[in-house]
């Protein structure tokens, strides 16, 4: 049984810098709604990092396409998390997913100091939800990218619908808008 009333299962994509608030905005939903599966870019990453968390361009590539073959495979409804690398890749290749679900793209948007601030707290905490967070100046790289704009441009050409979520709530507010958005697109 899916969310929604089409036939096509859900997939809500949600694409942010690190620290906007995507994993807390998510797991608020899954309470409510146990069958909802939830896959993030970072799990996939994991797996390709070496023993210091480093990846090659190559690797990162990769772990976006075992994302992206299993968002394709999965049954029932789907969020997904991303941060903001490879725009091209991922929506081109959520275009052809959308044949199978209905894609519906959200861009987590909040001032990118914030976002920064959150994240380097989180880089000096060697372990946050059992994660490894990269170090400071790696998450330099992540904020210099040009987001929302590249994924909204691409969204737009492959023609899926675009959401912008202003992400600049208290962790409840953000928790109940995303609960309605997510009704009001089922």
């Not at 990118?112 to 939800?129: E, F, G």
Request: net charge positive; glycine share 4%.
């Amino acid at each position: 049984m899916t969310l929604n009333n089409t036939k096509k299962p859900l997939l809500v994509a949600t694409f942010g810098f690190p620290g906007c608030g995507k994993s807390t905005m998510i797991q608020s939903i899954v309470k409510e709604n146990p069958k909802l599966k939830i896959f993030d870019i970072f799990d996939y990453i994991e797996k390709y990092k070496d023993k210091n968390g480093n990846l090659t361009d190559e690797q990162k590539r990769l772990a976006n396409e075992g994302l992206l073959n299993d968002l394709a495979s999965t049954t029932g409804d789907i969020i997904v998390e991303y941060g903001t690398n490879y725009a091209e890749l991922v929506i081109s290749r959520l275009a052809e997913i959308n044949r199978l679900k209905k894609v519906e793209i959200v861009l987590c948007e909040l001032v990118k100091d914030v976002c920064i601030k959150r994240a380097l707290l989180r880089a000096k905490n060697v372990k946050t939800r059992n994660r490894l967070y990269p170090s400071p100046e790696y998450l330099g790289e992540k904020f210099d990218r040009p987001f929302p704009q590249q994924q909204e441009q691409l969204a737009l050409e492959y023609q899926l619908p675009v959401h912008h979520f202003d992400m600049n709530f208290a962790a409840h507010q953000l928790a109940k808008n995303f609960k309605v958005f997510i009704k009001k697109v089922s």
